[in-house]
């Protein structure tokens, strides 16, 4: 369940439990899409159509937050309704619309902005009353950045550099140095970001709006009026970070880049409050992890130690390889401490057929 923001950002030394489904624990969902709802070629991760639709009808609200700010709320939900997840504009939340917020912020309504990135960064900007220009001689008085995809035109980085050179406020709309595609990873905004810095002498820093950034997580809550929200992703880095500097909860799915190895070794920022195997874990309650004696974690038929610098995994007849995972996070968390975990969990993990 919750807990107040202050115990939230203490770092967690075992991933908590839930006596009840975490969609009758919370009120809405946060989901990434990428690696979350679905592949990053379009196609629905197994189990997350039905798993949506039964949360939904349980009265959960979802919300879909994220960081690309190519595609527009309109064509994210047209997406996701075709996948089998009906869904409107207004449930979508985007790292557009939180670096257009930062914006309208600190320049007057009106004002020209240049933009250096999609049809989704345009559209935020105009939601906030802002006017998107192409170039940097149209008297901007910002610049934005935001993932413009892969076939961005080299020319609109150097309007960026000519425009953040003559000192004009610099924004953008995530750092993720990566993205995935259909055919594999291909550079991110964050990549974007660093040529306009490098060619401006890395003499400026822009202000950026997306996960893990709170202006990310305040974006989602104004839109939802969320009350208990629950993040839910499949990154450490962005959606289980961007929980914790929120002082919210935040449960792992194992459907994207995430591997069980480096959740063992994740820096407290990056632990989440609950993990499961995909989206169906939003329709169960998680079991709880308990100290058992000598340094140990038990979950389920499991029991996790630290023998030297080896993690070492025990069973009595369990089956449940997600409580095996739950159990070794208590191990591994708790001999890290406030640093990243560098035990082995080769056997381990290979106990769990991982």
Same mark, same amino acid.
């Given at each position: ?30 989901? %990434?899409? %990428? ?11 197994? #189990?997350?159509?039905?798993?949506? @639709?039964?949360?939904?009808? @349980? ?34 939340? &985007?790292?557009?619309?939180? =670096? ?11 004002? !020209? ?73 291909? /550079? ?23 996960? /893990?950034?709170?202006?990310? #997580? ?5 839109? &939802? ?6 993040? =839910? ?13 929120? @002082?919210? %909860? ?16 994740? =820096?407290?920022?990056?632990? /989440?409050?609950? =993990? ?21 974690? !038990? ?56």
């Amino acid at each position: 369940m919750a807990r107040d923001g202050q115990e939230r950002r203490t770092w967690r030394s075992r991933p908590g439990g839930s006596a009840v489904a975490l969609s009758e624990a919370y009120d809405t969902a946060l989901l %990434d899409l %990428d690696g979350v709802v679905y592949f990053a070629g379009g196609a629905a991760i197994p #189990h997350a159509v039905p798993a949506l @639709g039964a949360a939904r009808d @349980g009265g959960m609200r979802l919300a879909y937050v994220t960081n690309n700010a190519l595609r527009t709320p309109d064509a994210v939900a047209a997406h996701l309704t075709e996948l089998g997840v009906p869904a409107e504009a207004g449930d979508v939340v &985007t790292s557009a619309q939180a =670096v257009a917020r930062l914006i309208a912020e600190d320049v007057p309504e009106g004002s !020209r902005v240049l933009v250096v990135g999609g049809e989704g960064l345009r559209v935020a900007l105009r939601e906030r009353g802002l006017v998107p220009v192409e170039s940097a001689d149209d008297g901007p008085v910002a610049v934005v950045q935001g993932y413009g995809g892969p076939d961005m035109a080299w020319g609109r980085f150097a309007e960026a550099a000519y425009a953040v050179g003559r000192g004009l406020p610099w924004y953008a709309s995530n750092t993720d140095l990566t993205i995935p595609g259909a055919r594999g990873i291909g /550079p991110g905004n964050g990549a974007a970001v660093e040529v306009v810095r490098i060619a401006t002498g890395g003499r400026a820093e822009p202000k950026v709006a997306g996960k /893990p950034l709170p202006p990310m #997580h305040r974006e989602t809550v104004l839109r &939802t009026g969320a009350e208990r929200p629950l993040v =839910v992703g499949d990154r450490l880095d962005t959606d289980i970070e961007g929980a914790f500097n929120g @002082g919210v %909860d935040s449960l792992l799915v194992l459907t994207g880049v995430t591997d069980v190895a480096a959740l063992l070794a994740a =820096v407290p920022e990056h632990r /989440p409050t609950y =993990v499961a195997a995909d989206l169906r874990g939003l329709l169960t309650g998680q079991p709880e992890v308990v100290a058992d004696g000598d340094g140990a974690f !038990r979950c389920g038929r499991w029991r996790a130690s630290v023998s030297g610098e080896r993690l070492v995994l025990e069973d009595s007849g369990g089956t449940d390889v997600l409580d095996g995972v739950r159990a070794l996070c208590g191990a591994a968390w708790t001999r890290a401490g406030a640093g990243a975990c560098g035990l082995d969990a080769g056997k381990a993990l290979a106990r769990l057929g991982l």
